[in-house]
């Protein structure tokens, strides 16, 4: 069964102190893989895709990084303002009218403190 | 600038009354899909439309329905609500199946 894990559940950290959460993944044939930024009560807001092991893409403070098992989300010298929950979705190939359908984790929250 | 929208923000209905939430879009994308989000858990997705053609998941409650009359509007009807489907409903669209999708900012349901 395609299944997403997402850890920490919950990360507190200092501003400026990088870390890195961690998305596992267990899918056949990996389409791609979205990280999306959701803030309370809001819709998520897409942040990068990864379609191939080895991939990095960069955004500000955040870079995602793509294995064959894994994605991770580096955040450096973080912000109080990029605290948010931080969700990982895969897309499987699927077939007919579930081409394209995403499977998502649970999410790591974030909280950088000033 | 071109976006998802739904409305209304904010809903509350009382157990068993029929309630419709609404989306909206101006990318003029193919697809929209239909999430649930309940507190600290992932979306999950009830069903999309590719163009007109309907996808429902399997384990989506027959109590719920959508209609998408046009390219820009997808509606998602919960016709007799439970305490249960109390949550955050997402719509969301991308330009072709296997697309970044797009959300909107969510409509949150109350059931009293």
């Known amino acids: 069964e395609d299944q997403v894990t997402q850890s920490p559940e919950a990360l507190r950290l200092q501003e400026g102190e990088s870390s890195s959460l961690n998305c596992s993944y267990t899918v056949s044939g990996l389409r791609g893989l979205f990280w999306y930024r959701q803030d309370p009560g809001k819709g998520p807001e897409f942040l990068f895709t990864l379609y191939s092991a080895g991939e990095e893409k960069e955004k500000e403070r955040l870079k995602a990084t793509l294995t064959k098992k894994e994605s991770f989300l580096h955040i450096t010298a973080p912000k109080p303002e990029d605290s948010a929950t931080y969700l990982c979705?895969?897309?499987?190939?699927?077939?007919?009218?579930?081409?394209?359908?995403?499977?998502f984790g649970k999410g790591t929250k974030l909280s950088v403190k000033p | 600038d071109a976006m998802v929208i739904q409305n209304p923000r904010y809903q509350v209905t009382q157990f068993g009354k029929p309630v419709t939430l609404s989306c909206s879009q101006t990318l003029n994308h193919n697809v929209m899909y239909w999430y649930q989000q309940k507190s600290s858990q992932a979306p999950k997705l009830l069903f999309h439309y590719y163009d007109k053609d309907f996808n429902n998941e399997a384990d989506t409650p027959d109590n719920f329905q959508s209609r998408r009359p046009n390219t820009s509007f997808c509606f998602l009807d919960i016709r007799s609500p439970g305490l249960g489907d109390a949550a955050m409903y997402l719509c969301?669209?991308?330009?072709?199946?296997?697309?970044?999708?797009?959300f909107g900012p969510g409509t949150r349901l109350t059931v009293l």
């Open positions: 979705a895969v897309q499987a190939p699927g077939y007919g009218g579930s081409q394209g359908n995403l499977i």
């Open positions: 969301a669209t991308s330009r072709d199946a296997g697309d970044t999708q797009y």
